[in-house]
């Protein structure tokens, strides 16, 4: 099934705005046959099955690279990542050449079974993520949902991952790819262990708190780098320079000191940009139109930024899923409305 053209994808989502006004961890190929669950009560009811997706003929032969694409697998985001596996799926010329990789803390075998029935020809595997790696490398942050281990994962993603898996898209669940995926994929990360957008005129110092800034040892880490914002929820991982550079560990490092001196007061970013702030691969902005979900405290509704799109990404507290069930929603939720697969349990009466 072949992909709408971007640029037809950008100006239909410009004419709708206009109309809407504004231990360890482990690495476990996994079957769903092979796990004996009992039924969750938190898990969704049911999710419509989504169409086959083809390869086009573009796709065919050695030149087809295997696109790798990562994300969290939770009962209480399960719909935003039906909706994100499906909207990558649509836009890419190759989707048979799009494999998944899922972590979850709990092998629950109905989560897993959902994505299968929903996905039937998916290419997707799903590793166990031990909360106990990280409980005690946690310091409570401003929004409770930033200091759940799953949130860490993405940490732990190169120890994860086997070793055939050389490079990694990260996505958190909040997103919609509204463009081919292989073209993020293919970025030239320039010898950079992470490509991502960065947003320099963003105020970097309100990342850290004062007790960072005035410690010498502490804020000298970013000196000979210039350190600009970037969010971890879209990154493009070498998987091989992760491991070998012993990134895990630095992140962790910084984590240790968070516990001791409090310097920062968010979940999981902070540490990422203490250890890559300033040396990453700068990607181009239209893969990552974040900040959808309004900040993180109030969620308030957020437009889009100038320029091209090719991802959008609820970032912040507000989920469009949230907001259109309570019938509420912003109109930048609209965008997100086509890829939602879930069905609920009792129908929705129209007033």
């Not at 039906?82 to 899922?102: D, R």
């Amino acid at each position: 099934m072949p992909p709408p053209a971007a640029g037809c994808v950008v100006a239909a989502i410009v004419a709708l705005l206009v109309l809407l006004g504004g231990d360890e961890v482990t690495g476990i190929r996994v079957d769903a046959a092979m796990m004996i669950r009992q039924p969750s009560e938190s898990v969704p009811a049911t999710f419509r099955e989504a169409p086959a997706f083809r390869n086009g003929a573009e796709c065919a032969g050695a030149g087809s690279e295997k696109v790798n694409v990562a994300m969290t697998l939770d009962a209480n985001y399960l719909r935003g990542t039906m909706a994100g596996v499906l909207s990558i799926l649509q836009h890419t010329a190759c989707p048979e050449s799009v494999a998944f990789h899922f972590l979850a803390t709990r092998m629950d075998g109905d989560l897993v079974g959902m994505v299968r029935a929903t996905f039937p020809y998916l290419d997707l595997r799903v590793y166990r993520f031990d909360p106990s790696r990280v409980r005690g490398r946690i310091s409570r942050s401003i929004r409770h949902a930033l200091d759940q281990p799953l949130n860490y994962a993405r940490i732990y993603l190169a120890d994860t991952l086997p070793p055939d898996v050389r490079r990694v898209i990260y996505l958190d669940s909040d997103v919609i790819v509204v463009d081919d995926i292989r073209t993020l994929f293919s970025v030239d990360l320039g010898g950079h262990v992470v490509g991502a957008p960065e947003y320099c005129h963003a105020n970097f110092t309100n990342y850290f708190t004062d007790a960072f800034w005035t410690d010498p040892a502490l804020s000298g880490t970013f000196r000979g780098r210039r350190p600009c914002y970037f969010n971890t929820g879209v990154m493009v991982m070498d998987v091989d320079r992760w491991r070998n550079g012993g990134y895990t560990r630095r992140v962790e490092g910084w984590m240790a000191v968070q516990k001791q001196k409090r310097i920062y007061h968010l979940g999981s970013l902070p540490p990422f940009l203490l250890v890559l702030a300033g040396d990453i691969q700068a990607v181009d902005h239209r893969w990552n139109q974040h900040g959808l979900g309004g900040d993180n405290v109030k969620g308030r509704c957020r437009g889009l930024h100038p320029g091209p799109i090719s991802l959008l990404h609820w970032s912040g507290k507000g989920k469009p899923w949230h907001r259109l069930d309570a019938r509420r929603p912003c109109a930048v939720d609209y965008l997100w409305a086509p890829y939602d697969l879930y069905r609920p349990s009792s129908p929705v009466l129209e007033e």
